[in-house]
């Protein structure tokens, strides 16, 4: 019978970190040893079951890109930025993020439909956020982040930098329309790997 209180070792404490068996953790302070791993294990616990089931990872999936040379990209150069279908049928929308804009200026997106982000920064470090989405990134200047998101109804939808990127940073925002799924047309766009064609 051992139901005495005199023992202040805990079980599981000494068990887990047998090193530390000789020294006196208050019962309290084990209770909230305790919590605080269980709080830690919950929260990996979820990250990872996310990551493994959802697909959600870091934006940037350390996939590199030079930013001095953009505009001489494929994948990036001027004509090939916005809205573009591939030959799956997935939605890919390219932008770059420039101080003091987003670019390009205006796009129109369906509702109800997964787009893929695809963000690149010219210069500095900024971030995209887009409220009521998941939306929200970091852009670090010299890889891609790569964002999957869609938007439950047709509107406007504001498009914020939350990275401080200068002097103009509190007007580097711009909108995104939209649009109901049956009325939005897929752009007619060359595919997205050509776009060397006016060099
Ligand atoms: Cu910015």
Redesign the pocket.
């Known amino acids: 019978m051992h139901t005495e209180p005199t023992k202040p070792k805990s079980q599981w404490l000494s068990k887990l970190f047998p090193q530390w068996a000789h020294i006196h953790i208050d019962q309290l302070e084990q209770k909230w040893i305790a919590v605080s791993l269980a709080a830690v294990a919950l929260f990996v616990g979820v990250i990872t079951l996310d990551a493994l089931f959802h697909g959600i990872n870091p934006p940037s999936k350390v996939e590199t890109i030079d930013s001095a040379s953009l505009h001489l990209s494929k994948e990036f150069a001027e004509d090939n930025l916005g809205v573009q279908v591939d030959g799956q049928g997935n939605i890919i929308v390219r932008m770059v ?1 420039g ?2 804009s987003f670019f390009p200026k205006h796009i129109d997106v369906p509702a109800e439909t997964p787009l893929t982000f695809r963000w690149v920064s010219m210069d500095v470090l ?2 995209v956020h887009i409220p009521m989405t998941n939306m929200s990134t970091m852009i670090v200047p010299g890889y891609v982040a790569e964002i999957t998101t869609s938007f439950p109804k047709p509107g406007d939808y504001p498009l914020l ?1 939350n ?1 401080y ?1 200068g002097l103009g ?1 509190n007007h ?1 925002w711009s909108n995104i329309s939209v649009i109901a799924k049956e009325n939005w047309t897929a752009p007619t766009k060359p595919a997205a790997t050509g776009g060397t064609s006016h060099e």
Request: glycine share 10%; hydrophobic share 20%; aromatic share 10%.
């Open positions: 993020a101080r003091y900024h971030g930098c990275e990127c940073h580097m």
